[in-house]
C-alpha cells in the first residue's frame, strides 16, 4: 500500500537566462506582470505553483553581471558590481511561445519593484532557475492557501492548476478592495488593518472534514506566527502545514 501525502522534491539543473520583456499588464493599482520571452527558456522547469526563480536586474551601469554556478555555490565575476537579485514566483510559462509570466507587486522601493514600475517593451531580465520544486501531492481532501500580496502570483497558479472539483480554502490579505484579482477560484479577501484579520480567523475557522494541507506565504515573522498558531494552537498534523516567509519587514530604527 503506497503511503499517503507524500511531498516529491525535485532538483532542476540552474541555468541563467537573459530575456526581453514582451508585455506589461496592469492588473492592479499596485500589481504588474511582466511577460518576458526568449530561446533560453526552452526546456523552462517549473513543477510546483510556489516555484521561485532568481532575478537579475541591471546594475547601476545597465549591465547584467550574472553568477556562473559552480559546486560551492553561485561565482560572480570579480571586480564587477553584481546585479541585484530577488526571489519570483514563476506566474504562468507558455512553452509554445517561450513567454514567462512573472507578477510584481509595485510597493515603492526595491530593486525589483523599481525595475518593475518602469518596464516597458524591449527591455531585458535576467531569469536563474528555478534550482528545485516541492510537489504536494493532490491527495488531501481539502487545501487551505492563506497569503498576502506577494503570495497572490503561487495561489492564482495553484487555482488554475488544482482540478476544478477540489476543495479549496483561499484567504488573502491586500492593501485596498482595489487591489483584488479575479481568480480561477473564490476568494476570501481581507482588507489590511481592518477587522476580523486573516489572523483571527485561522485562530477560530473550523478545520475542515477530512485530511487538509495547509499553505501560508506572507512576511516571514508573521508566516512563522501561523504555523505555530496552526499546529501548536490549532492542533494541524506539522507535515499538512507548509508557511514560507516571501519577504521581510524592515527593522525599525
Known amino acids: 500500500m503506497s503511503e499517503k501525502h507524500v511531498i516529491q522534491r ?10 526581453t520583456v514582451v508585455k506589461v499588464q496592469q492588473l492592479t493599482p499596485h ?3 511582466i511577460t518576458v520571452q526568449g530561446p533560453e527558456l526552452e526546456g523552462f522547469p517549473s513543477a510546483s505553483p510556489d516555484d521561485h526563480v532568481k532575478l ?23 571586480g564587477k558590481e553584481p546585479s541585484p537579485a530577488r526571489d519570483y514566483t514563476p506566474r504562468q510559462f507558455r512553452a509554445d511561445s517561450l513567454e514567462l509570466d512573472l507578477d510584481f507587486v509595485i510597493h515603492g522601493d526595491g530593486p525589483a519593484s523599481t525595475w518593475a514600475e518602469s518596464a516597458k517593451v ?4 535576467g531569469v536563474g532557475g528555478p534550482r528545485g520544486s516541492m510537489i504536494v501531492p493532490d491527495d488531501y481532501d481539502h487545501y487551505v492557501l492563506v497569503g498576502d500580496e506577494t503570495a497572490l502570483p503561487a495561489i492564482g497558479r495553484w ?9 479549496v480554502t483561499v484567504l ?11 481568480l480561477a477560484r473564490d476568494v476570501r479577501w481581507f482588507i489590511r488593518g481592518e477587522s476580523p484579520s486573516i489572523d483571527e480567523v485561522l485562530a477560530t475557522i473550523p478545520v475542515p472534514a477530512g485530511d487538509t494541507f495547509w499553505w501560508v506565504a506572507t512576511e516571514s515573522k508573521r508566516a ?10 490549532r492542533g494541524i498534523d506539522k507535515d499538512w502545514v507548509k508557511a514560507t516567509g516571501y519577504w521581510v519587514a524592515a527593522t525599525p530604527l
Not at 56 to 71: A, H, I, K, R, V
Open 224 to 233: 512563522r506566527s501561523l504555523r505555530s498558531l496552526l499546529v501548536e494552537h
Open 159 to 167: 487555482l488554475e492548476e488544482m482540478p476544478k472539483d477540489q476543495p
Open 10 to 19: 525535485m532538483r532542476h539543473e540552474v541555468r541563467m537566462r537573459i530575456l
Open 122 to 125: 524591449g527591455d531585458t531580465l
Open 172 to 182: 488573502v490579505e491586500i492593501a485596498s478592495a482595489k487591489e483584488k484579482q479575479d
Open 31 to 33: 500589481m504588474v506582470r
Open 56 to 78: 537579475f536586474l541591471p546594475t547601476s551601469t545597465g549591465e547584467f553581471n550574472l553568477p556562473t554556478m559552480t559546486p560551492d555555490g553561485p561565482v560572480y565575476p570579480q
